[in-house]
């Protein structure tokens, strides 16, 4: 079966510090979306996206927060300046025109 | 705001019996609902999903059951394996075509054991 992928699967950074959060959807999936879950929390809807616009964002994607399909392929996540409140799993996932989502295996963010 | 609730963090049955894991919501214009398997260090996998014109779906040991009017939903897995020991999420959307976002509940912790 098709997958996401997404990378790196780790990242630590330092509060302040930009970071990308890169994933790969299912090729022929129009429709994106990052979520986030916080250490022993539900996962929460961050953004979704279709046609190189967002569709959807929750309050927690402030203007911090941004999202960019920089080519055929790739679909990223970039956090401006890193709080301690980030530290999280970020999940991407891709769809048909349809409910299910398939999710990719997150990029576990550590904000020190 | 907890639109979809899984009221139980953890659940423990013997191999071979059922698993029953329950979901309650509070939006009614839901009308689509998801169960996610997820593993630890591993996304959120789909496991089955309901309509809600429909009240039943089934899919080899997993059946989903919708009560409507009582805003609940039910994830039966039989018989239960230790395979099936991970965490599962109960999600729902007011899908209406496009890149409706999924909202989770927190997810109740299954172990199976031999």
């Known amino acids: 079966e098709p997958e996401v992928t997404q990378t790196p699967s780790h990242q630590v950074t330092q509060m302040g510090q930009e970071v990308i959060l890169r994933c790969v959807p299912i090729s022929n999936h129009l429709y994106f979306y990052w979520y986030r879950q916080i250490l022993g929390q539900k996962v929460e809807f961050l953004v979704s996206?279709?046609?190189?616009?967002?569709?959807?964002k929750s309050e927690i994607f402030d203007d911090q927060f941004s999202v960019e399909r920089p080519d055929g392929s790739n679909f990223t996540l970039k956090i401006r300046s890193t709080k301690l409140e980030d530290s999280a799993m970020y999940f991407c996932?891709?769809?048909?025109?349809?409910?299910?989502?398939?999710f990719g295996p997150g990029t576990r963010l550590t904000v020190t | 705001d907890q639109q979809v609730k899984q009221n139980s963090p953890s659940l423990s049955v013997q191999e071979g019996r059922i698993s029953i894991l329950n979901c309650d919501y509070t939006n009614s214009m839901f009308d689509y609902f998801l169960w996610y398997k997820k593993y630890p260090a591993e996304g959120p996998t789909f496991l089955i999903s309901?309509?809600?014109?429909?009240d039943k779906n089934e899919d080899g040991r997993f059946t989903v059951f919708l009560n409507k009017s009582a805003k609940h939903l039910s994830l039966h897995i039989v018989p239960s394996q230790p395979g099936d020991s991970a965490v599962y999420f109960c999600?729902?959307?007011?899908?209406?075509?496009?890149?409706?976002?999924?909202?989770f509940g927190k997810g109740t912790k299954l172990t199976v054991n031999p």
């Open positions: 309901i309509s809600s014109i429909k």
């Open positions: 996932a891709s769809s048909e025109p349809a409910p299910r989502q398939y």
């Open positions: 999600a729902a959307t007011t899908w209406e075509g496009g890149s409706e976002k999924l909202v």
């Open positions: 996206f279709y046609n190189n616009e967002i569709s959807e």
